[in-house]
């Protein structure tokens, strides 16, 4: 009797047992990391956009973006007396191109601050020369042209 109750337990809890564990296995599996993507596209004056040719980034670059970002939310936050939070930075790696036997890659930057302000044009010139000065720290490969700068408010007026 005490053989046949020990091995009704036993038929229970070996199925339970043997399915928790499966589940954990199942659920612990590695899923392979999403590939980011991106694509440029240029808009032609006709309306249309045409498609460019990309360059994939490498994780050294990503970190390099990241960090300019970072620098750039606190110097604006500096000038504009907001939070970090308010400030919303994304830079863009563009075409690499040669000038004079040197290869230079253009910056593309657009700010977006969360604030209905706007603000005096002498802060925002300096906001645009921190820009500069940023990606000038580093190397003299990295170039920021004034039309790839983006300036805007939480009402999407423009300020630079």
Not at 30 to 59: C, H, I, Y
Not at 92 to 105: E, V
């Amino acid at each position: 009797m005490v053989k046949s109750k020990f091995k009704k337990r036993l038929l229970l809890v070996v199925p339970i047992v043997l399915s928790c564990l499966l589940f954990g296995f199942i659920v612990k599996q590695e899923t392979a990391k999403p590939k980011v993507t991106s694509e440029m596209f240029e808009l032609l004056p006709n309306g249309e956009s045409k498609r460019m040719s990309g360059s994939t980034l490498d994780e050294a670059d990503v970190e390099m973006i990241r960090e300019k970002e970072n620098k750039l939310k606190s110097l604006i936050a500096q000038q504009t007396k907001l939070d970090k939070e308010d400030i919303n930075v994304v830079v863009t790696l563009g075409s690499i191109s040669k000038i004079d036997g040197k290869a230079s890659q253009d910056i593309t930057c657009s700010i977006v601050l969360n604030t209905d302000a706007i603000f005096e044009k002498q802060i925002i010139q300096n906001i645009v020369e921190d820009l500069k000065n940023v990606f000038k720290q580093d190397s003299v490969e990295l170039n920021v042209k004034k039309e790839n700068i983006m300036i805007t408010n939480s009402n999407n007026i423009v300020l630079y």
